[in-house]
């Protein structure tokens, strides 16, 4: 399987705190998108990230992408209970006219 | 408008019965996806609509059909499924102009329970 693995599964922190969060992948790819989706809803695209680029920042958001590590992380500052969610990297490997998504990570942040 | 909706929100069906779960988007989105997500896992890509012929079927049982009538709707009619089929169904579309690779819309999901 192609699909992308993300630490840790679970994260439990404090209002305020940042959270940080890690997706490793395995070929080549033309760029990694960040998507979070509240318990049993549809997923919201957060940040997409080309291979060429190394950093992106979107509000409270910072996405970081190492290609020769082949691993991104998704940094949210000042974190806040309604940022509580499960968050999803997703690979759109070359040649495959689709997106890969990762295991994910389940944010509990406590008000 | 960004939004992309599906009916219904929950479906319950036995083995036997034939349902359709419906999706739409009027963003001129030319791709369009079905995902199926068990609980506390990522979403397995289904189909893959490619300006409304279908590019991608990643091995999906042929219970499930997929149907685009036309640009901005996409079907998924079911039949004769098994209870692990029990999952959420979410659809999703894109501009589709990056070889369905750019940032995909999701819709809310159709819960579906199959007895």
């Known amino acids: 399987s192609q699909q992308g693995e993300e630490d840790p599964q679970a994260l439990s922190i404090q209002e305020g705190e940042n959270a940080t969060m890690n997706c490793s992948y395995k070929t080549s790819i033309n760029n990694l998108q960040w998507y979070r989706q509240n318990s049993g809803r549809g997923l919201v695209h957060l940040i997409l990230?080309?291979?060429?680029?190394r950093e992106k920042h979107s509000g409270r958001l910072r996405v970081t992408l190492d290609t020769s590590k082949k691993s991104s992380s998704l940094l949210i500052t000042a974190s806040r209970a309604a940022d509580t969610a499960s968050y999803f990297c997703a690979t759109a490997y070359t040649g495959r006219r689709a997106l890969t998504f990762g295991s994910g990570t389940r944010l509990q942040v406590q008000p | 408008d960004t939004e992309v909706t599906q009916t219904p929100k929950h479906l319950v069906m036995g083995m036997t019965n034939k349902k359709s779960l419906k999706c739409e988007q009027h963003?001129?989105?030319?791709?369009m996806y079905w995902y199926k997500q068990k609980a506390k896992k990522p979403p397995e890509l289904m189909f893959v609509y490619s300006y409304e012929k279908l590019s991608i079927n990643e091995s999906v049982p042929s219970r499930f059909s997929p149907e685009c009538p036309n640009s901005s709707l996409l079907n998924l009619h079911l039949h004769a499924l098994q209870p692990e089929d029990s999952a959420l169904y979410l659809c999703?579309?894109?501009?589709?102009?990056?070889?369905?690779?750019?940032?995909?819309?999701f819709g809310p999901g159709t819960r579906l329970t199959v007895l």
């Open positions: 990230i080309r291979s060429n680029e």
């Open positions: 999703a579309s894109s501009q589709g102009s990056a070889g369905a690779t750019d940032t995909q819309y």
């Open positions: 963003m001129g989105h030319r791709a």
